[in-house]
């Protein structure tokens, strides 16, 4: 089975790679092919690569190419993982919004808004490319914004591309570990988009174990979480929200922490990145350790401005080691093997959530077979979610509709609907700030 990792020269490829050497069942992945257009990155990533596979049996092909026909020909699975404009392009992302004093944050609020402008047409070749040239390969679409970029490829893809976060997998993780359960057999009611979804329940033998943890301080303090967004908050909700959306309900000091902050996050994993690339393209310098220590500092470092701001403390050492490769593999294997599944992804809603229309991709439980990914039936969200759902993803439909038209005009009604920017003048002034700072914004008129 071949598999195409688009964004093959990224950073997090050989947690993905990791993965893919454990897997020793019968239909696995025997080729990968790397796409980049970044020829160094590749040789980098594929050493890293190399050195993991070393003394191991059977393990797959690797190949790069900076061809992006030749890496789809053929292609059973495709990885979408890019950034368009890189990490500084991150940077500038952040750096822009902070000065209008609003969020930066590459998938939440302007920030997301300018890294999904800069994306989507992009993924949108992807898809069509696809299309023609591998017509019956499923896409897996790690790239951020992931919501607005799947929905963008499914225009094109319909429900062959399917997009995973790791977020609300990690969340459920955490819920089950406090209460003992072994997080493989509980059920996770988690309803949402990506990166604003909310855990309603937790489901271990048949019943919800959830209402015990909100009755608990001890145990709402004992995960992050908890810590984030604090019980009393918690228990107002009657829910576990995503980690995201601390953005949302504690905007004000994330934003003045942020800008009070000695570096960005973009600013800080584009100069670490650097310096691992650097040392993995000295061939006397062993690349796995260096790949090894550059991503224990990455995870360690996640969100630390919310955490510091909600007096949240270090990361736990079980939240470390990644999970969004966990998540792919585990789709792939249950589509190419046939094996039923039950995974939290991104996918079109069909009837799922009554308030959003059919094609509209939100992130549900999805029971996943053969013929891809089925959102599970849910009840409905509570208004004050909803509301918050529905007003996101109208934002996200002027981005594909910016992006589509190339209308400057809807970009800037885009960043003036998101509840997080707080100004028509703002999103003017925005949308001025990130065309004169990136390129790939040329096509907004």
């Not at 490829?13 to 050497?21: F, K, S, T």
């Not at 925005?430 to 700072?437: D, R």
Request: glycine residues 10%; proline residues 4%; negative net charge.
């Amino acid at each position: 089975m071949r598999l195409t990792i688009l964004g093959g020269g990224g950073f997090r490829v050989p947690l993905v790679h990791g993965a893919l050497l454990t897997d020793r069942a019968e239909g696995r992945v025997t080729e990968v092919v790397l796409h980049d257009l970044d020829d160094a990155r590749l040789r980098a990533v594929t050493r890293v690569l190399a050195e993991q596979a070393a003394g191991v049996p059977d393990a797959p092909t690797v190949t790069a190419t900076t061809d992006l026909d030749e890496a789809l020909r053929g292609a059973d699975f495709v990885f979408s993982a890019i950034r368009v404009g890189g990490l500084q392009g991150r940077a500038d992302d952040e750096r822009v919004a902070l000065a209008e004093g609003v969020l930066g944050q590459e998938t939440v609020g302007a920030g997301g808004i300018a890294y999904g402008l800069r994306t989507v047409p992009v993924a949108v070749d992807i898809a069509r490319r696809v299309a023609r040239l591998a017509p019956d390969a499923w896409v897996i679409n790690f790239t951020n914004p992931a919501g607005l970029v799947t929905e963008a490829m499914s225009r094109y893809l319909g429900d062959r591309v399917i997009g995973i976060c790791d977020s609300p997998v990690g969340l459920g993780r955490r819920i089950a570990r406090v209460l003992g359960a072994d997080p493989r057999e509980a059920f996770i009611d988690y309803v949402g988009l990506n990166h604003l979804g909310w855990v309603r329940g937790l489901h271990v033998a048949g019943r919800d174990e959830l209402p015990r943890v909100l009755a608990d301080r001890a145990l709402l303090g004992s995960f992050e979480e908890g810590r984030l967004f604090g019980a009393d908050w918690l228990r107002s909700l009657g829910a576990i929200p995503n980690e995201y959306l601390h953005y949302y309900y504690f905007n004000r000091e994330t934003v003045r922490a942020y800008q009070e902050a000695e570096q960005t996050r973009g600013a800080f994993l584009r100069d670490q990145q650097a310096r691992f690339y650097e040392e993995a393209a000295n061939p006397g310098v062993p690349a796995l350790p260096a790949w090894d220590r550059t991503r224990a500092e990455r995870e360690a470092t996640y969100m630390a401005e919310n955490r510091e701001t909600a007096g949240a403390g270090e990361r736990e050492a079980d939240d470390l080691s990644g999970g969004y490769e966990k998540v792919a593999l585990a789709l792939m294997r249950a589509i190419a093997r046939d094996e039923r599944a039950t995974l939290i992804l991104n996918v079109r809603n069909r009837s799922t959530l009554a308030a959003l229309d059919a094609e509209a991709v939100i992130e549900v439980p999805c029971l996943v077979d053969a013929n891809g990914a089925h959102p599970l039936t849910v009840d409905p969200l509570p208004g004050h979610a909803t509301g918050l759902v529905c007003s996101v993803k109208a934002v996200e439909r002027e981005v594909l509709a910016a992006a589509e038209s190339g209308s400057r005009a809807t970009a800037v009604k885009a960043f003036a609907l998101h509840p997080l920017v707080d100004s028509v003048d703002v999103a003017r002034r925005l949308v001025e700030g990130y065309t004169a700072v990136h390129p790939g914004l040329a096509y907004l008129k």
